[in-house]
């Protein structure tokens, strides 16, 4: 090892010092207001705030709360929820550590 304190990004982790598996089960291009509310709570909207913040918001309205904080403010006509704009939607599963290792 040339300089065994510096740190190198997970691309280069041995698969097999890996925790997590995941199999890419589906991959397409949609408009980011398609998502319908299991996808966002999927995607970590699906916090609770309080009985009356439950009622009056659903998980998509957090989603694109949390989506334009994603943004910086000069590209959210551009990038932001009422652009609407194009987004990778990639699906997966997680699988076994062994799964992994067949393919």
């Given at each position: 090892m040339k300089n065994p304190g510096k740190m190198l990004?997970?691309?280069?982790?041995?698969?097999?010092?890996?925790?997590?598996?995941?199999?890419?089960?589906?991959?397409?291009?949609?408009?980011?207001?398609?998502?319908?509310?299991?996808?966002?709570?999927?995607?970590?909207?699906?916090?609770?705030?309080?009985?009356?913040?439950?009622?009056?918001?659903?998980?998509?309205?957090?989603?694109?709360?949390?989506?334009?904080?994603?943004?910086?403010?000069k590209d959210r006509d551009l990038y932001g929820w009422?652009?609407?704009?194009?987004?990778?939607?990639?699906?997966?599963?997680?699988i076994t550590k062994e799964e992994a290792m067949k393919?």
């Open positions: 990004p997970s691309i280069h982790m041995p698969r097999a010092a890996a925790r997590l598996f995941l199999r890419v089960t589906d991959v397409r291009v949609e408009r980011l207001q398609n998502i319908d509310d299991d996808q966002a709570k999927e995607e970590g909207a699906n916090f609770q705030v309080g009985i009356e913040e439950k009622m009056r918001r659903s998980a998509i309205d957090r989603f694109a709360e949390i989506w334009d904080c994603t943004i910086k403010p009422a652009a609407n704009p194009w987004v990778w939607v990639i699906e997966f599963e997680r393919a």
